[in-house]
């Protein structure tokens, strides 16, 4: 994020523009959309996580996450482990968590350097 924000700034300021707050830029990383998956797609321990939708579904990427961690066995959250740094970002965002489970989202986020 540190490269991103100075890239934003370096170009805003080359265009006599007044760069985005730190605090902007966060907040929309938070809002940009996340790869979808689709769920027939997913390795089976996924798709056993994402116990409640249909085989034709897309799910995005931070509430596949989200599922993972919270739901998922090993292999599941070693999958969701690689999931893009983004995905993991907004899933930990996302209300409902179990504490354990969260700590595990927390930790690999910070392994990362995402949180």
């Known amino acids: 994020m540190a490269?991103?924000?100075?890239?934003?700034?370096r170009r805003c300021r080359g265009m006599r523009?007044?760069?985005?707050?730190?605090?902007?830029?966060?907040?929309?990383?938070?809002?940009?959309?996340t790869r979808a998956y689709r769920f027939r797609e997913l390795p089976k321990s996924v798709q056993e996580a994402l116990?409640?939708?249909?085989?034709?579904s897309e799910v995005p990427g931070h509430q596949v996450g989200f599922y993972c961690f919270n739901y998922?066995?090993?292999?599941?959250?070693?999958?969701?482990?690689?999931?893009?740094?983004l995905a993991i970002?907004?899933?930990?965002?996302?209300?409902?968590?179990r504490s354990k489970s969260r700590g595990l989202a927390e930790a690999v986020a910070r392994t990362r350097g995402i949180a």
């Open 89 to 97: 970002r907004q899933a930990l965002k996302l209300p409902g968590w």
């Open 51 to 56: 116990y409640n939708l249909e085989p034709g």
């Open 17 to 33: 523009l007044r760069p985005p707050s730190r605090a902007t830029v966060y907040r929309l990383v938070d809002t940009l959309p």
């Open 72 to 85: 998922g066995d090993l292999a599941a959250v070693s999958w969701a482990s690689g999931l893009p740094w």
């Open 3 to 9: 490269e991103a924000l100075a890239e934003i700034e």
